[in-house]
């Protein structure tokens, strides 16, 4: 044997040599076996302890953060930051930016937080003024035609809801997404106007003069008129409606409160999708609703004698009985059909929304709008043979 590998086998004989007492051979492989399970547990790695959440200590975390957020952070960014980067050598000119961004909260507020008065915008449905529309069932035949008819309109993406009053049945086609108003939104206007006279801050006779700052392009015939010269709510009210005048309808928002107090009535009607946010002519679509609002609102005008008087509302569906466009929603409808309704117009988006009534005594809601190619005639096409098969299908 080579003299390397009997110094080897030598070396592993001496270590492990095999004793004759059974029992000390037994105790050394125990041994070795214990060494080996210490070292596996030494290096096996450890399981992090979760710590059970304090209650108390959140809710002190919270406050604290809190306190930073809303005392600490805008006490030191007004004293200090402010002071440092944009130092100012008019130091006895101060500037209440919460009065530049809410101008009118000071007599038009509805909800205080931390001595700041504010307005809350969303609708409390337990209290809302307004009744909703009570939904029966979907008319599955008519959604399926105005489905096919939007097939051969590709570029109109429309939104559609039609309402009976008799079954309570309807169609739903994007009736909640929200889309520009254009012009429709002069119906919560109107409504908003006649709530404040019902509640005594204004009468019909009141006249508002007609200033520059009124005066605006787009639809309607005021921006045609001399200056100065003096109109009645009724006059500018029903101007609104049947021209879709938008300088009367800017007179009646500054009279009322502005778009602020449109806002907050809708909310307190119970009205959550719809809002003003641009004065008339709102070309870029900012003025937004949806087709169910609309809808709702006009079935409120309609039937809610808790909500409006009936001279109120006998006088606003006066109005909207005479409107003059009649190439949308009434070039669809048969002979002898009532429409009581208004229409919105911008490049983007075409609607209108109305009440119909049948000379059978058949009687639906009907709200569409029309989002489509700038000023394309396809929107008013749609619109028209839509109308067309949602009155044959609810007179028949």
């Known amino acids: 044997m080579p003299k390397l590998a009997r110094q080897y086998d030598s070396r592993v004989y001496s270590e492990y040599r095999i004793s004759s007492d059974y029992t000390r051979s037994s105790y050394v492989r125990r041994e070795h076996h214990a060494d080996f399970v210490e070292l596996r547990q030494a290096n096996r790695p450890h399981k ?174 005021l921006q045609f008129k001399a200056r100065n010269s003096e109109y009645t709510i009724d006059e500018l009210a029903r101007r609104m409606i049947t021209e879709s005048d938008n300088s009367a309808t800017n007179m009646l928002m500054a009279k009322i409160g502005s778009m602020t107090d449109v806002n907050q009535s809708m909310r307190a009607w119970g009205i959550k999708h719809t809002q003003v946010n641009t004065w008339l002519p709102d070309l870029k679509g900012t003025n937004y609703t949806t087709a169910r609002d609309m809808a709702t609102m006009l079935y409120n005008i309609d039937e809610n004698t808790e909500f409006l008087s009936e001279d109120s509302r006998t006088r606003m569906l006066n109005y909207m009985g005479h409107v003059h466009n009649n190439r949308l929603l009434k070039a669809g409808l048969g002979e002898g059909a009532v429409l009581l309704h208004k229409t919105g117009d911008i490049g983007t988006m075409l609607g209108d929304a109305g009440i119909v009534i049948a000379p059978n005594g058949k009687k639906y809601i009907v709200v569409i709008l029309a989002n ?4 394309a005639a396809a929107g008013k096409d749609f619109i028209v043979q839509a109308s067309k098969i949602i009155y044959n299908y609810m007179v028949k």
Request: aromatic share 14%.
């Open 48 to 221: 992090k302890k979760h710590k059970k959440r304090n209650i108390f200590h959140f809710l002190v975390s919270c406050s604290f953060l809190f306190f930073l957020m809303f005392y600490a952070m805008p006490y030191s960014f007004n004293s200090i930051t402010k002071a440092m980067f944009v130092p100012t050598p008019y130091k006895e000119i101060s500037i209440d930016l919460n009065e530049i961004s809410f101008p009118t909260h000071k007599y038009l507020a509805n909800n205080w937080f931390l001595g700041k008065r504010s307005f809350s915008f969303s609708a409390d449905e337990k209290s809302a003024q307004m009744v909703p529309l009570k939904e029966n069932v979907n008319m599955p035949v008519l959604q399926s035609e105005l489905t096919n008819l939007m097939q051969a309109y590709p570029t109109i993406k429309p939104a559609v809801f039609v309402w009976d009053y008799e079954t309570q049945n309807y169609v739903d086609i994007n009736a909640s997404e929200i889309f520009s108003t254009a012009s429709i939104i002069k119906i919560p206007v109107l409504i908003d106007v006649f709530k404040t006279i019902e509640s005594g801050q204004l009468s019909l006779s009141d006249k508002i003069p007609l200033t520059e700052y009124f005066r605006t392009e787009g639809s309607g015939s």
């Open 372 to 375: 489509r190619p700038h000023n």
